[in-house]
T-cell receptor
């Protein structure tokens, strides 16, 4: 069965630290990849997405992610986090462009001011 | 203002009662979804519907039922057969954007069953 793994369940960083959240999926075909963010008490919102082309994608609020096909990974990065980045982050995969999405278990990020 | 609305935000029910969660979208999206979010488990798909009058079971459909009589609406019924109904329920819809599907989410309904 297809799956999406986020190995970091809870990450605590100080402001200005660099962030990298891991996401791996198990599917050998065509994938579309997404990172969503859920701020406390708010909707799940799209942070960035990869459909095709340049494997390094930039999203909102200074986030970026790199698709490495050989590693089945789509890790999320931010060079310098802020307290306002405190949220839960979800990786999601859509396979073969079928209209169904698989989500990772989420990573809670706590940024200390 | 386009979007997905879910009501109510908080819902309380007694064990043994069925309860229906509302989801409406005015984005003109064909596909709609119901997910359940539990701490540490991410989003798990309950049901999804690609078009009106059609829907498929997701990974955790047992104890739930849906209908899709209108494009805009995809209500979820949590039946008394669902063993652990207390959870945060998210509705989503999707559309083709740049040749691939992209999902949009509602604000969620937190259901507590005691």
């Amino acid at each position: 069965a297809q799956s999406v793994s986020q190995h970091n369940h809870h990450v605590i960083l100080s402001e200005a630290a660099s962030l990298e959240l891991g996401c791996n999926y198990s599917y050998g075909g065509t994938v579309n990849l997404f990172w969503y963010v859920q701020y406390p008490g708010q909707h799940l919102q799209l942070l960035l997405k990869y459909f095709s082309g340049d494997p390094l994608v930039k999203g909102i609020k200074g986030f970026e992610a790199e698709f490495i096909k050989s590693k089945f990974s789509f890790n999320l990065r931010k060079p310098s986090v802020q307290w306002s980045d405190t949220a839960e982050y979800f990786c999601a995969v859509n396979m073969n462009n079928f209209n169904k999405f698989y989500f990772g278990s989420g990573t809670k990020l706590n940024v200390k001011p | 203002d386009g979007g997905i609305t879910q009501s109510p935000k908080y819902l309380f029910r007694k064990e043994g009662q069925n309860v229906t969660l509302s989801c409406e979208q005015n984005l003109n999206h064909d596909a709609m979804y119901w997910y359940r979010q539990d701490p540490g488990q991410g989003l798990r798909l309950i049901y999804y519907s690609q078009i009106v009058n059609d829907f498929q079971k997701g990974d955790i459909a047992e104890g739930y039922s849906v209908s899709r009589e209108k494009k805009e609406s995809f209500p979820l019924t949590v039946t008394s057969a669902q063993k652990n109904p207390t959870a945060f329920y998210l509705c989503a819809s999707s559309t083709l954007t740049g040749g691939a599907y992209e999902q949009y989410f509602g604000p969620g309904t937190r259901l507590t069953v005691t």
